[in-house]
């Protein structure tokens, strides 16, 4: 029903063949009478050819015809992609009727470029506000006419989509409230290292906790934590087999501190660092008594790692953290690589000069470090392996079904490097 109330809104005379066809299907949809899968297709597949015949200022209607081709009882997000391109169609006439056009818009670029890269955490158009104020002058008024016109169609959509659930038979009951937005019965059940032990989310008095029970009694299961406000979402096993690990805020601050909590019911805090924020960081079974976290507590900006010490909750700092984005944890839970973001939004890998981190080297052009169980680690841009970061001593590399196979000189394989995308 919707659907066919957003077509006309583009095409209120049904002048648009395209949307006639998909509006048919979707009345016999309603009426009872679903129609094939093959017709649906059969309609998609004209649509998307009348899109691409369309020219570019009458497209809209053809696009949302084709987003509409769909059965929406298989597919759930039909209603959202029609609408999108609508959306799209009065958000750039809004702003071309304030004069703003795809020049201004190339223009904008550098100058927010210019800003990110001098302070990411400012505001991003300051140095147009101080160098172009016409421009800045046109951006302002083609974003408040922008915002303007999506609110219209917001407005429009939801009271379109109230009148259509006004009008629904009487009999047809509610879903209930709690299918929807209550807590599951349970979830996430994990078994302890030594495999004696079971753990999960469940309720306890509503509010979401931990749960514990011997592996072959679930009978004799209790709750382990006393969570009553904001609940529990996610644990983790410590590799001791006694020590459960989760992370918790302080009213909905984002603050997060690593929490543990024992079979015995014992809690403990292992991160109380006033404003800070902490997160596991790596867990291994070489050290089951010791776990890693990166905390911001010296630096808001960036984390550095300390080890934990699981029995007295001892915290030593391993690694100063001088502005990377991130490490890769060996099995001793030390830092082996590092990984900074790029401006373009992609990632560098670093790997330390010798074997601290205060001194890194990026692995690109071709430099791959001899370093003791360590592999050379090429440079990826947006996904994609960069070519000049190919090493040239005697390694090769082919493309494999599932990532990058590295090969010696003599053709034995050596080492798998999957291939990592870091798209936003």
Known sequence: MMVLWALQQVDPDGTC????????????????????????????RAALAATD???RGERVVYE???AAAWDPSGASTVLSDTLLPWLIHVSTNAMAACGWTGADSDAIGPFV??????????DPYRLVRAEAPELFARMEAAGAADAREIRRVAEATLAALLDAT?????????????????????????IDPTGTML???????????????????????????????????????????ATILYVQDADGDENWHVHAVTLD??????????GAQASIAGLSRDVPTIIAVQINARDPRFHD??????????????EQNPGFGGFVLDSRLLPQLAIAPRADGGQDVFAPRHCGLGAMVRLRSGRCPRLPHRRPFARWRNGVRDRQSRPRHRRTCRAAARGWTGTDARGTTRCRHRRLSFRQ
């Open 17 to 44: 063949e395209t949307g006639l066809a998909v509006a048919t299907l979707h009345q016999r949809l309603l009426a009872g009478d679903p129609p094939p899968r093959a017709e649906w297709s059969r309609v998609r």
């Open 53 to 55: 015949r369309a020219p």
């Open 64 to 66: 949302m015809a084709e």
């Open 113 to 122: 470029a210019r800003a990110l890269e001098e302070d990411a955490e400012a």
């Open 166 to 190: 006004l009008s629904l038979p009487a009999d047809v009951p509610l879903i209930p409230r709690v299918d929807l937005f209550g807590n599951p019965d349970r979830y996430g059940a994990q």
């Open 199 to 241: 753990a999960w989310i469940a309720p306890a008095g509503n509010v979401n906790n931990i749960w514990a029970a011997p592996r072959d009694d679930l009978a004799a299961a209790y709750c382990l934590t006393r969570d009553d406000k904001r609940g529990i979402h996610s644990f983790v096993w410590a590799y001791d087999g």
């Open 265 to 274: 019911r014992a809690t403990r805090d292992l991160t109380p660092f006033p």
């Open 305 to 318: 790692i300390y080890h934990i010490d699981l029995a007295s909750g001892a915290a030593t700092l391993i």
